[in-house]
């Protein structure tokens, strides 16, 4: 299940998100193309990502926030910038966009920070925008839990696009972070689970001066949970692929 989109427009072009989105991309294709996927490319993260282990020694502080721009992959940059994409242009239109640069920037620092502290000892490195993005969903969960955003399902080979409240879609997603959290041996590496969680509960707590601005709960009794404005429509449409009924 991957979300594709939401149904909630924004009233301002949000700048801070598409330039995020583009630096990331930029500083990913940069580095990845120009030192390939080497021994180069191994000491690049380990002195811009974050070592917990460095922090515990009180150094490289600044890789809280060098390595919310470092990437390891295409499925990893794409799937960030997709999050980006979708729950971002809400939130700087809520914020405004020096408010929501440090909101994303601030996010990013406590969710490695978090990450930091499940692992204090650790010399893997964290890099990644998924923190800070987690973040971003959480003040979106807080701000529109009745938005809807669209589900892309795929079975195999059945493909199906359908919306359901940001809640929920948020909430699984939460839920799957801290279940995978406990479950999984953070010495392995592979996902920062405790950096998503952590950036979600961030994002969720500093988005509350904006919740209490727009009216708190009344915000929500006055909209239902929904976007103060009506949702953008799309066409959703079945899978194509033919079905073949059995006699």
């Known amino acids: ?13 949000p700048y801070v998100t598409y330039t995020l989105i583009a630096i990331n991309v930029l500083i990913f ?37 060098t390595s919310q721009f470092l990437h390891g992959g295409i499925m990893h940059i794409g799937g960030n910038m997709l999050f980006l994409w979708i729950f971002g242009d809400n939130m700087e239109d809520e914020m405004g966009h020096i408010g929501f ?17 499940v692992e204090p000892s650790s010399t893997i490195v964290t890099i990644g925008a998924s923190g800070a993005i987690a973040g971003v969903m959480g003040g979106y969960l807080l701000l529109f839990p009745k938005a809807k955003v669209d589900i892309l399902l795929i079975l195999i080979v059945f493909f199906r696009i359908f919306p359901i409240p940001a809640w929920v879609m948020l909430g699984v997603w939460f839920a799957l972070q801290i279940g995978n959290g406990v479950v999984s041996d953070p010495d392995l590496g592979g996902v920062a689970y405790w950096a998503h969680a952590g950036g979600f509960m961030v994002g969720l707590i500093l988005a509350i001066p904006t919740f209490l601005k727009l009216g708190g709960f009344s915000y929500w009794q006055v909209n239902h949970g929904k976007p103060p404005h009506p949702d953008a429509e799309y066409e959703l449409t079945s899978s194509r692929i033919p079905r073949v009924r059995r006699k």
């Open 29 to 65: 294709l940069a580095f990845n193309l120009s030192l390939g996927d080497g021994h180069a490319l191994n000491v690049f993260y380990y002195d811009w990502g974050m070592v917990p282990l460095h922090i515990s020694r009180g150094q490289d502080f600044y890789t809280l926030v």
């Open 1 to 13: 299940m991957l979300p594709i989109r939401d149904h909630n427009p924004s009233g301002r072009t």
């Open 101 to 117: 640069l440090i909101f994303y920037l601030v996010s990013g620092v406590f969710a490695a920070l978090a990450q930091w502290i």
